[in-house]
């Protein structure tokens, strides 16, 4: 079995909330499942509990979400990534300096080779692990994002700085792809828009919210028919709720009860009596088995969706976009995808009435968990043997 170092923008933490918390974590453990020991190189983010401080060299606290920070903070990272050519992404981990990083990676070693988690940390010192066998978890693609950004951007410099940071962003995922030894995306369509679709250069990760598989079906009481959880402030993920207030919960009964969770930067004006904003929630698997149904409702994005296979594994029924699903081979049989808004209303309509009148929507998530893990591993497996042989 190997020694591989797992360096990444944020170290795996004991309770992962957002999307790239639960992938970090999930990575790390699988890897450690089949019987790898992984040391972590990171930042923690501040109120965050390490998962595994025996094996994690942390560089520091760092706080890396735009919506957490003041006006000053922002105003240095774009100093910071003007002055070194960078995407601001890439330009906040120089928080650290590469003596630190070079320190951090002699203290883990011998090791065998080097799992470069997305672009942040490993973008902003690239030649730091050119040197090793490295292997490129992509859990976007990020400049593709950037880019959409830039074309829904308000305003001219806001539209500069978003043309800016895709351009650089490519540059920077096209360096880290021709290094590693193999490259995962998280979904299939990533990998030709990095330019590895071949299966000798990629590969995509199945992912899941944990290694442990997820409790067996118990009996509900929804208090909600419809609801939605998810991290607001990211631009993507409000496209798809904006899609869904405008859209959507006009074509739906008045008598529905909507919930949305989760931290938002504005509340939208002039909605329905029957939509309740909740803001954060203590447990968002608690709220989604207090809701009926869930609509995935991503519309723009890379990468996947966490809360798509949070919602499977739990056995929840689900209307999706084609969005939401992406990555995932297998949705379970009690969700259904529509990416129009007719046919997306009238498949909630459906499964929410189903539901109110007795009719049990639920499935095993743990079905859909143990097909995923057996994926996820059987991928790393591939890209290990990759960099075990060149």
């Keep these: 079995m190997l020694h591989l170092v797992f360096v990444t923008s944020l170290v795996p933490v004991t309770e992962p909330r957002s999307g790239y918390d639960i992938a970090n974590r999930v990575i790390v453990d699988a890897l450690r499942l089949m019987g790898h020991h992984v040391s972590v190189i990171g930042f923690l983010q501040p109120g965050a509990a ?8 942390l560089l520091g606290e760092l ?9 000053a903070q922002k105003l240095r990272w774009l100093a910071s990534a003007f002055r070194h050519g960078e995407p601001v992404s ?21 090791f065998d080779g080097i799992v470069l988690n997305s672009v942040q940390l490993p973008g902003a010192f690239l030649d730091l692990f050119s040197s090793s ?10 400049a593709a994002s950037a880019a959409q950004n830039a074309s829904t951007a308000g305003s001219p410099s806001s539209r500069f700085l978003f043309s800016r940071e895709a351009r650089l962003l490519r540059d920077v995922e096209t360096r880290l792809c021709a290094l590693a030894n193999h490259v995962f995306t998280l979904a299939d369509a990533d990998r030709a828009a990095l330019g590895v679709p071949g299966p000798d250069r990629s590969g995509v990760l199945p992912l899941v919210t944990s290694i442990e598989p997820p409790a067996p079906p118990a009996s509900r009481a929804p208090e909600f028919d419809v609801g ?35 931290g938002l930067e504005d509340t939208p004006a002039g909605m329905s009596a029957n939509v309740g904003f909740l803001g954060r929630v203590p447990d968002a698997r608690d709220f989604v088995r207090s809701v009926r149904v869930v609509p995935l409702v991503s519309r723009v994005g890379t990468g996947v969706q966490l809360k798509s296979i ?51 929507l639920d499935v095993d ?26």
């Design 50 to 57: 390490v998962a595994d401080r025996d094996n994690t060299v």
């Design 63 to 71: 706080e890396v979400t735009n919506a957490k920070v003041g006006a």
């Design 90 to 110: 890439v330009a906040k981990m120089h928080a650290a300096s590469r003596g630190q990083l070079r320190q951090a990676l002699a203290s883990v070693g011998p």
């Design 133 to 142: 066998p490295c292997l490129y978890v992509a859990h976007n693609v990020e």
């Design 228 to 262: 939605l959880v998810g991290s607001w402030t990211w631009a993507a993920n409000r496209a798809g709720l904006d899609w869904f207030l405008e859209r959507i919960v006009p074509r739906l009964p008045s008598d529905f009860k909507i919930a949305v969770a989760g």
């Design 310 to 360: 949070e919602t499977f594994e739990l056995g929840i029924p689900a209307v999706a976009t084609r969005s939401s699903v992406r990555g995932i081979a297998e949705p379970p049989a009690n969700c259904r995808v529509a990416d129009d808004d007719a046919g997306f209303a009238e498949a909630l309509i459906d499964l929410v009435n189903r539901a109110r009148s007795g009719e049990n």
């Design 365 to 390: 998530g743990r079905a859909f968990h143990e097909s995923q893990l057996n994926g996820l591993t059987a991928a790393l497996a591939i890209g290990i043997e990759r960099l075990s042989h060149g």
